[in-house]
């Protein structure tokens, strides 16, 4: 699917006034995702150390992450997507990096979480996958949101589990 629409400047433009922004029950899922995953971890111990937003467009989203990591960085292939985060949605532990799915900017093995929403439909499945098995911890795992499912991999030492994140995700709902 193409996305150079997002290299639009009008485009960025647009999509930072639309402000559209996820409920709150949608990070209280992702962070008990990350808690199941870890059951060593302290219950007090919310803080994660790495995530990477794929396809961040604008930071909106990616900012309200912030607060449960020591360090967030978004990812973008537009350019101007990326300019318009750094002037809207800067924080002291986010950077905004223009990339995409071939490259995750972080060592292996020293990712909690990547994030995906709205954006897998642009980026090549297998390579997303691939890169994800790098840099993920072995208590960490990947969330792809689209418009009608979520889907949640589970990153193991012996490969990778998917697993469909709907049924999860309705008992958050109710
Ligand atoms: C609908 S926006 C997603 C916005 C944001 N993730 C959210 O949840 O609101 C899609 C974004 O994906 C970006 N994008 C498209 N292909 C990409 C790729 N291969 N790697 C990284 N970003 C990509 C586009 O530039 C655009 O900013």
């Not at 990350?34 to 060593?40: I, M, S, T």
């Not at 607060?67 to 905004?96: R, T």
């Not at 072995?138 to 012996?158: A, K, Q, R």
């Amino acid at each position: 699917m193409e996305a150079r629409l997002y290299q639009n400047h009008h485009v960025a433009e647009l999509f930072v006034k639309d402000k559209i922004t996820y409920p709150d029950i949608l990070k209280k899922f992702i962070i008990d995702f990350l808690l199941r995953l870890d059951p060593d971890r302290k219950s007090d111990q919310l803080q994660f150390d790495l995530m990477l937003d794929m396809g961040c467009a604008n930071g909106l989203q990616t900012k309200i992450f912030a607060e449960h990591f020591s360090k967030v960085i978004g990812i973008d292939k537009s350019e101007e997507q990326i300019k318009m985060a750094i002037k809207e949605n800067s924080s002291d532990n986010i950077q905004y990096v223009i990339g995409d799915e071939s490259n995750m900017p972080a060592l292996d093995n020293t990712v909690d979480l990547v994030w995906c929403c709205f954006a897998f439909h642009y980026m090549n499945v297998e390579t997303y996958i691939r890169e994800c098995e790098r840099v993920l911890k072995s208590t960490g795992g990947t969330i792809i949101c689209g418009h009608d499912f979520v889907d949640i991999m589970l990153h193991e030492n012996e490969g990778s589990q998917l697993q469909s994140g709907m049924n999860i995700l309705e008992q958050y709902l109710r």
